[in-house]
């Protein structure tokens, strides 16, 4: 079983940056595709980052301000979060991700704790 764990958040001031990672236990990891999402208060899960193959998508909200990067040898995958604001506040998760025809989505139906992002104005 695939065991998700990430770690770097915290809280910082508008404009500051942070880099989560995510470490995974079990699996192939240098054969998944890797994803970050985050939940902010009283919304939805949302995507916001992905790497696939070398390939990088971000959702339009980040895009230019974050950058995902896969470490084949560390079985871990970062998110470089730059020039936060406080609608980046949220817990941040990795997932394991494939594409459907409604956009990326998470492989695997669990979820690790989440590393925590507050960013204040």
């Known amino acids: 079983q695939v065991q998700l764990v990430e770690s770097g958040g915290g809280l910082v001031q508008a404009g500051e940056s942070l880099r989560l990672s995510c470490a995974v236990f079990?699996?192939?990891?240098?054969?998944?595709?890797m994803g970050w999402f985050r939940q902010a208060p009283g919304k939805e899960r949302e995507f916001v980052a992905v790497?696939?193959?070398?390939?990088?998508y971000y959702a339009d909200s980040v895009k230019g301000r974050f950058t995902i990067s896969k470490d084949n040898a560390k079985k871990t995958v970062y998110l470089q979060m730059n020039s936060l604001n406080p609608e980046d506040t949220a817990v941040y998760y990795c997932?394991?991700?494939?594409?459907?025809?409604?956009?990326?989505?998470?492989?695997?139906?669990?979820w690790g704790q989440g590393t925590q992002v507050a960013v204040s104005s």
């Open positions: 079990g699996g192939t990891f240098s054969s998944y595709s």
């Open positions: 790497i696939t193959w070398g390939n990088t």
């Open positions: 997932n394991v991700v494939l594409f459907r025809t409604t956009g990326w989505a998470p492989a695997i139906d669990y």
